[in-house]
């Protein structure tokens, strides 16, 4: 059955950092685009980046300010986020997407893993 598994979530300190992992399971990742994505509970869905099967991101939401990182590793089937300089703010569940491409409509989600940013 196709899945991405997300995992990395966790309580982390104002300031601190935290990697995020997205694994595909059931198929390759390499042919897809893989968007991050964040959700508060009672709030829309907003953007964070789209990463294209190249590698490339093609997608940044700029309100981020550089301290989120898109990369990923075909080799491991995995999508990663970088996230630095976390801020309470942050708090959100974190959800992949994969896609054919970037800013195609989105396939099938992760399963969302938990951010919480507190001092």
């Known amino acids: 059955q196709l899945q991405l598994v997300e995992s990395g979530g966790g309580l982390v300190e104002p300031g601190g950092s935290l990697r995020l992992s997205c694994t595909a399971s059931?198929?390759?990742?390499?042919?897809?685009?893989i968007s991050w994505f964040r959700q508060v509970p009672g709030k829309e869905r907003e953007g964070i980046s789209c990463?294209?099967?190249?590698?490339?991101?093609?997608i940044i939401n700029d309100v981020w300010g550089g301290r989120f990182i898109a990369s990923r590793d075909n080799a491991k089937n995995t999508v990663y986020l970088q996230m630095n300089s976390l801020k309470p703010e942050d708090t959100a569940v974190y959800y992949c997407?994969?896609?054919?491409?970037?800013?195609?409509?989105?396939?099938?989600w992760g399963q969302g893993t938990q951010v919480i940013v507190s001092s």
């Open positions: 997407a994969a896609q054919p491409r970037c800013r195609n409509p989105i396939d099938f």
């Open positions: 059931g198929f390759s990742l390499d042919a897809f685009a």
């Open positions: 990463i294209n099967s190249r590698g490339n991101i093609d």
